[in-house]
């Protein structure tokens, strides 16, 4: 037990989410409970818990999580002191995780002030900073709650009031203070002004000859500001070289203001980084930025930079939301262009009549992605840690035995849909596909517990029985890969585990658009007829109009694609 211990808790220093804490150090409080041994005393219990709870303490920021945990180490009291038939010791008050909390909550009481008001006199601050000190917190370290106080209700007034405190007290600010006032300015910008933020930065940069990462996102946060925003390459630059990702609010500054200040090559070259680290949920404050830099350019050099947007959009298969096709139809319209709101239906736009394409995968791209899911899950030795070498072994013979298939069918995620186990759906969906394709090569990947019901079914697949334990969508996705791009995939699993792990932002792309391919989903009991054109934006072949899928606010999950579309043709053009 105690070298369980100790090595449980040197893990949870690896562990920052809360509930992973709280249920491991239940689970030990249960072995030491079952395991009573006189030599197990219960102050050294006692201890250990308090040990696990406070390793996490400090990385916890809401009140509720802190409660918790003061909570957890009462409750240990009380059933350690139980089970173990030893007096209850240790008051609440003692507690450093409690303790901890009190001083987490201290200024709480002050929230009025930090809100509504403006300014406090001398008197009323050392108030404030009174009730901190008493709960142990350090001068310095009262200054920065305050400040984060006033971080949290934006009130910069009120900052710049507690900073002229201090200088009437000849105290100076230390740089956490001023890293946290310097961000406050940049969310306040039009108050605060530019030449006040420079000198900020610049008394930032005296004090503190390198940055660590925090300081450098506030860094980019501030300059891009100012008209001095091309110093916050450095920064950039910096946070990449220490492995770290450029946070999408850096991002979205940079783009805005290269935008702005029509440095497109600029602006272009971070969206790219932008879309290689996957924050596609930002994608609509990047396009509504460019497209207001496009409203700030002349009528002659409008059409050639939305063009432009499309093509982006077209290139990374992304599509906007509704914000974004308003403002996009709005400056088309005033290019002349005639837009309208139209639907796909099998592929043809309702509006034009014009047939839109399937982007195709090319042989070279499906070989290329074929090899890097067989690189991350065979040589890594992924599947080794959810599956086990001989089932793997059989499962590759079936598969040159009997493959290419045609299909390939999860039957675990088939059953299990909308939430609900329906076994009798994967009979369902057999027979819808061998209705539409009676040649078809079948390929069912199930669970060793569903052996004897789908045996009872006698449906005319193959199938392959996995351990309860072992990672079937693996099978799933080799099977696929295995029988050449005509296969078609019938599973709701959105695979996204498989493709964030992909290297490349090229991979992703290529990974995603043969899902679209070959992915058939089970929505509500029935199978859904695949997709009859690739849904992202296109041009038409004499380049004269586009056609821009966008999410009208109907999307209810991440794998759906939006219905709506944007049919934008130049006046030029006529209808069919």
């Known amino acids: 037990l105690p070298r369980f211990t100790d090595q449980l808790i040197m893990n949870l220093q690896c562990i920052t989410r809360v509930s992973a804490v709280r249920s491991i150090s239940q689970r030990w409080l249960t072995v030491t409970i079952v395991n009573k041994k006189p030599r197990v005393k219960f102050q050294q219990c006692y201890n250990n818990f308090v040990t696990i709870r406070n390793i996490s303490c400090n990385s916890l920021d809401t009140h509720r999580d802190q409660s918790l945990f003061s909570k957890d180490i009462t409750k240990c009291r009380t059933v350690l002191s139980r089970s173990l038939c030893t007096p209850l010791i240790g008051t609440a008050e003692e507690d450093p995780v409690k303790d901890h909390v009190r001083r987490k909550v201290v200024f709480d009481r002050f929230n009025d002030h930090f809100r509504d008001k403006s300014n406090l006199s001398s008197s009323e601050w050392e108030v404030i900073l009174a009730a901190g000190v008493e709960t142990g917190l350090t001068t310095e370290r009262c200054d920065v709650r305050i400040m984060k106080a006033c971080l949290g209700f934006s009130n910069y007034k009120l900052a710049t009031n507690y900073l002229s405190h ?19 300015c940049t969310n306040n910008y039009q108050e605060c002004g ?81 879309c290689e680290q996957q924050y596609s949920d930002y994608i609509n404050n990047i396009c509504l930025s460019y497209l207001d830099y496009c409203k700030t350019l002349d ?8 063009v432009e947007l499309l093509q982006k959009l077209h290139e990374l298969r992304v599509f906007p939301d509704r914000s974004t096709a308003r403002l996009l139809h709005h400056l088309l319209t005033g290019l002349n262009w005639n837009v309208a709101r139209t639907s796909i239906r099998r592929g043809v736009c309702e509006k034009c009549g014009e047939k839109l394409q399937f982007a195709s995968i090319s042989e070279q791209k499906f070989d ?29 013979n079936l598969l040159e035995d009997c493959g290419p298939f045609t299909h390939v069918c999860d039957a675990l995620n088939i059953s299990y849909n909308n939430g609900r186990k329906e076994i009798s759906l994967i009979k369902k969906v057999i027979q819808h596909i061998i209705r539409l394709h009676p040649d078809a090569n079948i390929l069912l990947v199930c669970r060793q517990h569903q052996k004897k019901l789908i045996t009872s079914m006698r449906l005319p697949v193959r199938t392959y029985y996995v351990a309860n334990v072992s990672q079937d969508d693996s099978y ?13 995939v019938v599973t709701s699993d959105l695979l996204r585990d498989h493709m964030f792990r992909m290297r490349s932002a090229e991979m992703r792309r290529t990974f995603r658009l043969w899902r679209q391919h070959c992915q058939l989903f089970v929505k509500r009991g029935q199978l859904q007829a695949p997709a009859a054109c690739t849904t992202m934006s296109q041009q038409s072949q004499d380049g004269k109009s586009w056609h821009v899928p966008y999410d009208d606010g109907s999307i209810e999950f991440s794998h759906e694609l939006p219905q709506s579309w944007l049919c934008a043709r130049q006046q030029s053009v006529r209808r069919r």
């Open 194 to 274: 530019e030449e006040k933020l420079l000198a900020l930065y610049d008394q930032l940069c005296t004090r503190l000859p390198v940055f660590d990462l925090t300081m450098s996102q506030r860094a980019v946060s501030a300059l891009c500001c100012t008209s001095q925003w091309q110093r916050s390459f450095q920064y950039l630059t910096f946070i990449k070289r220490i492995g770290s990702k450029i946070s999408a609010k850096n991002l979205s500054e940079i783009m805005k203001v290269a935008f702005g200040a029509s440095e497109t090559e600029t602006g272009w070259r971070y969206f790219d980084i932008f």
């Open 476 to 488: 799933t996705l080799y099977a696929a890969l295995h029988s050449g791009l005509a296969v078609k």
């Open 299 to 306: 009528k002659s050099k409008q059409e050639a930079a939305v």
């Open 368 to 396: 290329d992605l074929r090899e890097t899911f067989l690189e991350l899950v065979l040589k890594n030795g992924d599947i080794y840690r959810g599956s086990d070498p001989t089932e793997w072994r059989n499962f590759n």
């Open 166 to 184: 201090m200088q009437q007290l000849q105290r100076t600010p230390n740089t956490a203070l001023l890293g946290i006032y310097m961000e406050l």
